[in-house]
């Protein structure tokens, strides 16, 4: 059974950081792509970061180049999304994802639909 549990959401004024964790369990895919999605109430889900668990390869939302960075420690089958000068915009639910990925290119495809998704966890950005 796979699992994905995000943490470490929170609320934060504008301008300050955030580092969110997720620990995935129960994958056996030797080569995965990670991800982090968000989802702003009234508007459709986005693909923020992704990156690649061979080469660690990655790719950005052009909102969020700059200001986010996406790792992963392979070891501990977790990822990362470090998020600093955060802005209101930036407030939705934050989801990580997993899914089989074969090569680097589906990282940089944000339409590439991802097989498992955590609960979430919720960032809120005030002014």
């Known amino acids: 059974q796979v699992e994905l549990m995000e943490s470490g959401g929170g609320s934060v004024q504008a301008g300050g950081s955030l580092r969110l964790s997720c620990k995935a369990s129960?994958?056996?895919?030797?080569?995965?792509?990670r991800a982090w999605f968000r989802q702003a109430p009234g508007k459709e889900r986005e693909r923020v970061a992704a990156i690649w668990s061979a080469g660690g390869d990655a790719d950005y939302h052009a909102s969020v180049k700059g200001r986010f960075t996406i790792s992963q420690d392979n070891a501990k089958n977790t990822m990362f999304l470090q998020m600093d000068d955060l802005k209101p915009e930036d407030t939705a639910m934050y989801f990580c994802?997993?899914?089989?990925?074969?090569?680097?290119?589906?990282?940089?495809?944000?339409?590439?639909?991802?097989?498992?998704y955590g609960q979430g966890t919720q960032v809120t950005v005030s002014s």
């Open positions: 994802a997993v899914t089989a990925c074969g090569s680097k290119y589906y990282v940089f495809a944000p339409q590439y639909k991802y097989e498992f």
């Open positions: 129960g994958i056996t895919y030797v080569s995965v792509c």
